[in-house]
């Protein structure tokens, strides 16, 4: 098993440009989230989705859109980049009840 | 609402010795559980330990253990003979029972003295 896998590992964006954040999970989880990592302030909760075709908001979602097509794929796309989302992006999948298993993180830099 | 506070943003601890890491939380629900996550200078976050707000025993993981204090609502963290391997931040985080949304503290850094 690759756990929870994302990509890419680092990126650079100019403000205004758009991305997508991949994330896939190969452990036939139902739950996949969406955390960002700054300084100072743990990990807070973007997006998640409970099943494929279903989603819903967390506690930071402007500016971030999800989609969940299937039950491995969580992409997390950054619609117009600001300078306020250079931060580190972890996703994480889990069962019903158990803990999260994350993927590797991927730092982003929007200048 | 919930709320995670870990009030230590830095510990220091001798190699060898035991450490309590701090965690309190703010729940009006009665059925949740508790997590500890490692994060390593590498980035990665490792999950380290559970607990349940209806287990009866504190959580007990090799060199980890859980000190569940449910009226005090803490659930501080206790490594026992620290090694320099343990420098790292430490996450305290919650979710109720049944819930979808799992909610984290700021973090402590711990650092390992040799």
């Known amino acids: 098993n690759a756990g929870v896998t994302q990509t890419p590992k680092f990126q650079v964006l100019k403000t205004g440009q758009s991305m997508t954040l991949q994330c896939a999970q190969d452990m036939n989880h139902e739950y996949m989230s969406w955390y960002r990592q700054d300084p100072g302030m743990g990990l807070r909760l973007i997006h998640y989705s409970v099943g494929a075709g279903i989603t819903d908001q967390g506690e930071v979602p402007n500016g971030y859109n999800v989609s969940r097509s299937t039950t491995e794929d969580f992409p997390l796309r950054l619609l117009s980049a600001a300078p306020s989302q250079t931060s580190v992006y972890f996703c994480?999948?889990?069962?019903?009840?158990?803990?999260?298993?994350f993927g590797p993180g991927t730092r982003l830099t929007v200048l | 609402a919930q709320k995670i506070t870990q009030t230590q943003p830095g510990m220091f601890v001798q190699e060898k010795e035991a450490v309590t890491l701090d965690c309190t939380y703010d729940?009006?629900?009665?059925?949740?559980?508790l997590f500890w996550y490692k994060q390593p200078s590498s980035g990665e976050m490792i999950f380290l330990i559970y607990q349940g707000s209806y287990d009866e025993q504190n959580a007990t993981e090799g060199r980890y253990s859980l000190n569940f204090q449910k009226a005090r609502k803490s659930a501080n963290l206790v490594i026992s003979a620290s090694q320099l391997g343990d420098s790292a931040m430490y996450f305290c985080?919650?979710?109720?029972?049944?819930?979808?949304?799992?909610?984290f503290g700021a973090g402590t850094r711990l650092f390992v003295k040799a």
């Open positions: 729940t009006s629900d009665q059925s949740y559980g």
């Open positions: 985080a919650m979710r109720y029972t049944g819930g979808f949304k799992t909610i």
């Open positions: 994480a999948s889990r069962r019903t009840s158990d803990e999260q298993f």
